[in-house]
DNA sequence: CTGAAAGCGCTTACAG
DNA sequence: CTGAAAGCGCTTACAG
């Protein structure tokens, strides 16, 4: 049978209450109390019934990832990140995927989470933050525009989109095209910003007709490059927001019978799946998204326990080079 | 404030085991006072509280999907089928990746839960199956080897993969070969089955070099199509093991300069993403794997309230016929 | 630094 | 067909 908060107490000579201080890490607990309790637990291979402390704490000891409609594979890394950490605190994952913003307020129906982990784009929509804090619950955000009053974990866009058209100008490219993001994405600001950084580092204007609108999106990257390149003057160089959008301009070029990187340079972002395997293969940078959800979702555990506590982590990325960028033709 | 299992019975003037009674479907409660329960109930916007259902009733309300490493797509879609699934029935989703087989146990020690899905392989893994039959849990399968013992959800995938194959007999094909799936799925069975079935029914004769070993992965088509395309008399026709494998075929094929579908004619399977963008988009079936996972949580739930009921439900599948397969060359 | 008592909101026997 | 009591395994005040 399982044990219970009663039998460690007994195993260890003390009162459930003296069990209970030890299993929450509270303070005013003798040093030799501690261990004899820790070694009972032991001994007993004690779990608490996770039912009972919610009811008697009221609280849930449950954390909701909240998401929209981002790509399977980003959502997967995340999921595998929270997973991770909130259970190595013995909180709970609830998935909730939202449809509309205003069905965050459907989480407090399902669940009573103690906390929120949100994904792009939600993390800069207005109805859902302004939600989260009419219920108080403590949230923390995955590369969230507004960095300075957030807690969570995020990638430095600019500086890796910077890099990226860096070294497609080092390479003799002087017309670099961009695929934009999807707007109210951050990532689509700071990929931009990056690109425009970049440009004029080294000295090239910065052409708004070699910037097109995206959402993220595979199709993104058919029409963007299709109206790229049937510019008068089209880019010899595209930098695609991602790499679904990517595969779409390398769609696009193999239609309009361009070699790349030979007639085209093409790279992406986020070093998906389809960035190894497409032909060519991607040149991108690699966000370390199971990683940053990790990070995420321990900043967030810390808020819930403390509501001072949490704070904004940046972490690193990787640039990945690929086959599908070369020299200006 | 939240309204409890109190609050409604006295507006409705019962006790709150009848409250309970009502809320739990269960026999022996007159007509009448079901109405002025389920009226009170609406009326006060009443929810059960699941820790104190979960403490009280000694059940954890919570469906495990057991999962180890499908694709991210497939996994996504059964995530969203079987969350929905489960909350129609105030039910709560665990997620549990199951990295080796041993895992499986660890489930019982993150969670206590009523019941489990499972996805392939881990549906014809005897240690898993072996280890919920010991812990007695409830279990329910997508795409299970065995479909009489088991209850769950499924397509027929011997005659979707029949229906491929000849199709390419009928646009003239008679060297068609077939890269297979990862060894332990019974889609890989079935698939091969329905690939030799209809080999069998126009007269062709099955050549097992022209059959070739897989994984379901992107490799595994490049991989394959070279062994196949480098064949003294190579297939004019390839039918991969899905759509991953699919892409793996056609990036070979570039390499070696053959047009698709003019030299060579290439089928997938599952409909994935993939499937719709790749040049050219391919020609494949597509499996309702939302509203498969939903069937079968549904199938699990009965099962879970009652030991007998559940059933494995057939579900439709669809062809896709897009620009990959063209006539024999 | 530690403990005895009450209570979280339900369900489970049991009684009628 | 309905209800009063006990109990699920913890935590929260409160007391010492």
Redesign the pocket.
Known sequence: M?????DVAVAA?????????V??GE????????LRVTAAMEKLN????P???R?????SYEIVLAYNNPSRNYLMDVVTGVLAASRSCHYNLVLSPISSPRDIDEIFVHAHPDGAVLTPPLTDDPVVIAALERHQLPYSCLSPLDRIARIGAYIDDVAAARSLVLELAALGHRRIGHICGAKGHGAREWRLAGYKQALKEVGLPYDRSLVVSGEFLFESGVDGARTLLGLKQPPTAIFAANDDTAAGVLRTAAELGLRVPHDLSVCGFDDTPVASQILPALTTVQQPITEMARIATLQLIDRIRDPKAGAMEQVDYRLIQRESVGPAP
């Open positions: 399982r044990a219970r908060i009663e000579g003390v009162s459930m209450k003296t069990v209970s201080r299993m929450n303070a005013n607990v003798r040093e030799g109390t501690r004690y779990r608490p019934d039912s009972a402390r009811l008697a704490g009221q609280r």
